[in-house]
């Protein structure tokens, strides 16, 4: 995969939502019991209703595994007013250039810093 260079504008770390994420998504499971077929049923309704979701949205970028370990989901400005995700164990500074490659969508990892700091 060819990298992509960026320059940043403006960055925002998203990992916040993970907490929101394993309570909205995890924890119902954590305690379900299907004892009955309606039990059954509403939790296949629910399970791909987040498939559907995962597979729609980037909600997948907002994932308790990647944040233990170590990686963070950053929503980054970029020159050109374009926005990406960014998937990172370090947060890019504002006017910083970096080189990353495409996971998919607008979704990006960061491979290498090219001008400036990261956090």
Not at 48 to 67: F, G, Y
Not at 71 to 80: C, L, P
């Given at each position: 995969?060819?990298?992509t260079p960026?320059?940043?504008?403006?960055?925002?770390?998203d990992s916040a939502q993970v907490p929101a994420y394993l309570l909205t998504y995890v924890f119902p499971f954590a305690f379900a019991t299907a004892d009955d077929t309606a039990s059954f049923w509403a939790y296949g309704v629910f399970a791909?209703?987040?498939?559907?979701?995962?597979?729609?949205?980037?909600?997948?970028?907002?994932?308790?595994?990647?944040?233990a370990f170590?990686?963070?989901?950053?929503?980054?400005?970029?020159?050109?007013d374009r926005t990406i995700s960014l998937i990172s164990k370090?947060?890019?500074?504002?006017h910083?250039?970096?080189?990353?490659?495409?996971?998919?969508?607008s979704a990006f990892s960061f491979r290498?810093?090219?001008?400036?700091?990261?956090?």
């Open positions: 995969m060819a990298d960026f320059t940043v504008v403006s960055v925002r770390d791909v209703l987040l498939l559907v979701l995962l597979a729609r949205t980037e909600l997948s970028l907002v994932n308790p595994i990647l944040l170590g990686f963070h989901t950053y929503e980054v400005r970029t020159t050109g370090t947060q890019p500074l504002p910083s250039t970096f080189l990353a490659y495409q996971v998919a969508g290498r810093l090219v001008d400036g700091d990261m956090q």
